[in-house]
């Protein structure tokens, strides 16, 4: 009943929040008389902070319009190249009205960017995808929230992701493709790519990994130890629940996002205390970009989707609990995943040097699982001073690691 009470809830507090926004609004209009008037300011501030801590936060838009190419412009749509019940798997098209730069546009490598499905939406990798649109024709996977799919659609499980990435890499063909998956992907990316070598079938050009759980007994984080410290039945019975009948996903089992989000929070509370802190003191004294900057990372940050049950208690019990993919003891519809048998991709693997979700030698530990690709098509990268997210968003991705992303992928697109 734990989401039914939190919809009860978020329903009573609606119209006190609602009203909360439209007063803090208000009050510092400019063309309003009382936003001169003493201390009103302070009251402004903090209609807006509750506003900003009970609202409900919307996916945001990718809001990607244009990118700087091979020395132009081009204008960048985004539309659906396939839509399945619990993703859709978008292309970042970009536009030219010079036929010579359209041309070089197309002759740029295709890269699939396989975005998590772990809480946030597939939006946060939005910076991945706009200094990757720079060089290369780019399709992301964006995840739905599973409270918007109906039960008829059926279960999604771990095994369902799999297919889902081995039906996208066959849509847009392996024998021109690149494959990049950050964070939890790389693990389902991994046993996909083998699963096809194992058939017989093209496997990518490249694969990249970015901080993922390829094994997480290697220097593990906490969120390694809350996974193996409780019992799979615990999981099962405190954090799966039903999708309340206001949704087009009524009782669907999920893992809600609240629930998420409050263990987002958990993990650093202080930091994220203070930064309200200083959102309030910014708004008081009038320091409006520094405000505008919160308001763009906590929308991101705070804008949070259901798991599919089955997908997270898969994940939890085959990746952390049991390890069987390190193990080689993981089999999917009958057939092992064997990353030995991955002759013909290439493999890069990145991690950030201060990474406190996904540790120092996880990532890694593909390339001693993937021993049938050539020792010169292996590449590691351990990025300094990086945490999780600096490894695919922000000043290092892109000074750092895009230059290497792009140039592993240009060799063996060449090649």
Known sequence: MLYHLHEINRTLLNPLVTWSGAAANALSAPDNWLSRMPGVDRVAAGYELFYRLGKDYEKPAFGITGVHAHGREAAVIEERALDLPFCNLLHFKRCSDDPQALARLREDPVVLVVAPLSGHHATLLRDTVRTLLRDHDVYLTDWVDARMVPLDKGPFGLDDYIAYVRRFIAHLGADRLHVMSVCQPTVP???AVSLMASAGETTPLTLTMMGGPIDPRRCPTQVNDL??????????????????????????RVYPGFLQHAGFVAMNPSRHFNAHWDFYRNLVRGDLDDAAAHRRFYDEYNAVLDLPAEFYLDTIRIVFQEHRLPLGTWHVDGERVAPEAIRRSALLTIEGELDDISGLGQTRAAHDLCSGIPAAN??????????HYGIFSG???????????????RRFHAA
């Open 227 to 252: 996974a193996t410290h409780k019992p799979y039945a615990w999981f099962e019975t405190n954090v799966v629940f039903d999708v309340p009948p206001n949704y087009p996903g009524k009782g669907r």
């Open 189 to 191: 990316v991994l046993a």
């Open 378 to 387: 292996h590449a590691h990268l351990e990025v300094k001073g990086a945490g």
């Open 395 to 409: 000043r290092r991705w892109r000074d750092v690691v895009y230059p290497d992303v792009r140039d592993f992928i």
